[in-house]
């Protein structure tokens, strides 16, 4: 699948954007949490609450790399636009759809549980297509590159909720500014990450490898698919670039950012293509 097919294929499943490299294909950047689109087909089953609803979305996530630079340095994107509240991208397929029932918070945000048939319906509408371009993407970089390189991209809460307390009772209170995850050495070579880590580190301390997250379904699946691929999992605090109580983009604090990640990502595509 070219390019061209896979813009094709973008085109047809509004779940996310594609977009794709300008030049010499050498990485791909997902993110598959920062979406805010709610489907008519979710509307009967959520709250209308969107502060509880968006509680946990990783926003403005894409706002916070230059796209059209990584592009033209030949790095894909892939940004999801469906709400994760309707559909997790970064959960299992057979809990994906509707997987939140309360938020971080402890908020209920899902009014009726889903049919099995629709369950499935909706599974394969919204989850299956995203899941269909990481593939494309990769079996793609594989055609050049006998070890691909591929970054799933997040935000994360400044501090845990008892929520993430419960699955992870031993992280900090205050959370690092970058938690950098490879499934603890699993998914990509220790060159890779540390050089990730020793790219963002100057401008922002406390960068941390597999704490408090380890890496989620995205970058398990990616292993288990294809696992010579150098697969990591970035979560930005949020403090470092929104307002966060009012879940706004700090334009201050994303203009500070934004330069940092996208070099980041550039040097360490450019280093292991």
């Known amino acids: 699948m070219n390019v061209f097919e896979k813009q094709k294929l973008a085109d047809q499943n509004q779940i996310f954007n594609y977009y ?4 010499k294909y050498i990485g791909a950047v997902s993110i598959p949490h920062s979406g805010e ?8 089953y959520l709250t209308e609450d969107l502060s509880a609803l968006n509680q946990d979305v990783d926003t403005a996530v894409h706002k916070l790399i230059d796209i059209e630079k990584l592009n033209e340095e030949g790095i894909a994107v892939i ?12 959960r299992p397929k057979e809990t994906a759809a509707l997987n939140w029932k309360k938020n971080s918070h402890g908020v209920e ?14 599974t394969q509408k919204y989850y299956a297509p995203y899941y269909e371009m990481l593939k494309a993407l990769i079996n793609e970089l594989k055609r050049n590159h006998p070890r691909p390189s591929f970054i799933d991209l997040h935000s994360m809460p400044s501090s845990p909720t008892a929520y ?13 500014d970058f938690c950098v995850s490879d499934i603890e050495g699993k998914s990509c070579e220790k060159a890779f990450i540390d050089f990730v880590c020793e790219k963002l580190s100057p401008h922002y301390p406390k960068v941390y490898q597999n704490n ?11 292993d288990a698919t294809f696992p010579e691929t150098n697969n990591i999992q970035i979560e930005i605090k ?21 330069p940092v990640l996208t070099s980041a990502l550039v040097e360490t595509f450019q280093r292991f293509a």
Not at 79 to 90: E, F, G, P, S, W
Not at 164 to 176: A, G
């Open 164 to 176: 993430h307390l419960e699955i992870n009772p031993k992280q900090e209170m205050e959370r690092p």
């Open 20 to 23: 794709p490299p300008k030049n």
């Open 212 to 222: 408090p997250y380890f890496g989620g379904h995205v970058t398990r699946h990616v």
């Open 79 to 90: 940004k999801a636009n469906i709400h994760r509240t309707c559909v997790d991208l970064n």
């Open 238 to 258: 949020r403090g470092i670039y929104l307002d966060e109580p009012k879940r706004t983009l700090d334009e201050s604090l994303a203009g500070k950012l934004r």
């Open 37 to 44: 689109v709610i489907p008519d087909e979710f509307k009967d």
């Open 109 to 122: 945000i899902v009014r009726k549980e889903l049919s099995e048939e629709t369950r499935a319906f909706l």
